[in-house]
């Protein structure tokens, strides 16, 4: 019969210091090992294993063993993976497994308490005398336990072997003692467990939202879901620099594992309100596309200004033709001067075509956003817009609208104003459905951190048009990855992708305009975070070998 224990009280004690204890860690994995540690030592145990019910195979898989006589440490965050085979709770046939102590356990909801494996009736410990004829081992004592979250499931049993006298250390058998302090800790272990599950969940159902949000603004457009994936990873990738770094006025920078988390997930958000944006404003590929791209409208009115051309020199000649029949008394000098006359209508009608083609392609041109748009371009589509032509309505009317002028003469890109203010609108509906939203202690910066990342260090960003001081360090990283991920993007619809020296040139403008963080810019480029991102998301002929010395803004002391 097994034997009460004395010191109840300090193992009391221990078992309430352990009930605070599994109370904290975020990591599954750690916290199973604080349960089967604490389960070993308020019992004085030898050996043990931690097996958790998996429903939908309907087996107990083992996830932490321990053996302090063999030295034996297996799962969890020892890096050794357990190689034993689960435990069946049924056999091929659907009938239950009660052969096995763990899965008799996990069956009835019962705790098993066996003084000595080698006399015990009742269970199959085959498995267990192989073992200990292989190791040399002599498993004598057993004492299993249910885990039963708080709707009176078993989630998984605790299995301890070899109890030790603590004075003498022979192996004697599980005490009452051991056996109910044991049952008391399992049940806090299965609340435990079963919250870190639950907070897991919960964590993975929310990133899951915001995925599918992320999803939804890749349906929509391509280019804005692979952005909303790229600039999180790039934001990190940099945070985790700036975390690093041991010089520098952001040395003493310093982020936990709920910070990374708080980041991450602002990240992911940062760009949210392009949910609202028309995708014809978001994807506008050329200066005149809305739902399509209105340069062949003016193609078309082209071939029409082509015909009437054809028609006016046809209807010349035949008018000239018409004098000279009734010239045709005057012999051969009348003949000769209609003749002229033809082939001068004909020169004049070859020599517009050739000026309408030249205009029409230089229009198309035109349409593709540029960087740089000069004034003397500007001033010919307006020239060109003056032409007249007959509509479809039979009214003569200006060439091209006020509304196509306005698009085709677009200075850099391919957004007007509205446009563009449309575009910067998404950072205000962001703000506001992330500000909308109750975040938890640990995410209350999310909002600040995704808001931020239009804004500028001189305070000329917008929507709030904050300065450098007013910002967190976070909101100011993830500022400079949205500004790379865009100069480096090879989807967008509308550029191809610069090289890693373009990119850069760009962003040390920035640094010396006032534009970026410039101590986040020393790290970026001290840390080499560019090429680090670049190998994972640029294409090849992207990625060249940058001079940093002839990069603006770079800090060539900090090297």
Known sequence: MP????NLRDRLKELNEIGIALSQPRDIN????????????????????????????QILHFEILRNDSLNIAMGGTSGVPITFYPVHLYDAAGQPNHAMVVSHSALTGETVNIPDAYTAAGYDFSGTQKFDRKTGYRSQSFLAVPMRNHEGEVIGVLQLINAQDRDSGKIVPFSVDDQQLLESLAS???????????????????????????TALDDKSAYTGGHCERVPVLTMMLADAVNRTTQGPLKDFVMTDKDRYELKIAGLLHDCGKITT????????????????????????????????????????IQDSGFRIQDSGLGIQASEAARNSEQAAR???????????????????????????????????????????????????DFLSADEIENLTIRSGTLTAAEREIINHHIVVTIKMLEALPWPKHLKNVPE????????????????GLRREQMSVQARVMGIADIFEALTAKDRPYKKGKTLTE?????????????????????FIREKVYLDYARQF???????????SKIPGVNRDSF
């Open 3 to 6: 034997y009460s224990s004395p």
């Open 278 to 317: 028309p995708v014809h404003v978001v994807d506008k590929s050329t200066k005149l596309h809305t739902l399509l791209d209105r340069i062949e409208l003016v193609d078309a009115r082209f071939e029409v200004l082509k015909r009437d051309s054809e028609i006016a020199m046809l209807r010349k000649i």
């Open 538 to 548: 640029l294409a090849e002929e992207q990625i060249d070998d940058v001079d940093l």
């Open 449 to 464: 951190y995704a808001g931020g990342h239009h804004e500028r260090m001189d305070g000329k960003g917008y929507p709030r």
């Open 30 to 57: 750690i916290l199973l090992e604080i349960i089967l540690e604490a389960a070993k030592r308020i019992t004085h145990a030898d050996a043990g294993t931690l097996y958790l019910y998996e429903p939908e195979q």
């Open 503 to 523: 990119s850069l040139t760009i962003l040390g403008k920035f640094k010396l305009n006032g534009h970026v963080d410039p101590d986040l810019f020393d790290i």
């Open 347 to 397: 020169a004049e009608h070859e020599a517009h075509i050739k000026q309408l083609d030249d205009d029409r392609e230089f229009l198309r041109h035109c349409n593709i956003g540029s960087e740089a748009m000069p004034i003397e371009a500007q001033q010919r589509v307006r020239q060109i817009g003056a032409y007249r032509w007959r509509n479809t309505e039979g009214v003569e009317a």
């Open 188 to 214: 806090q272990a299965a609340i435990a467990l079963t919250n870190r599950r639950l907070i897991k969940q919960m964590e993975e159902l929310f990133e899951s939202f915001i995925k599918l949000i992320n």
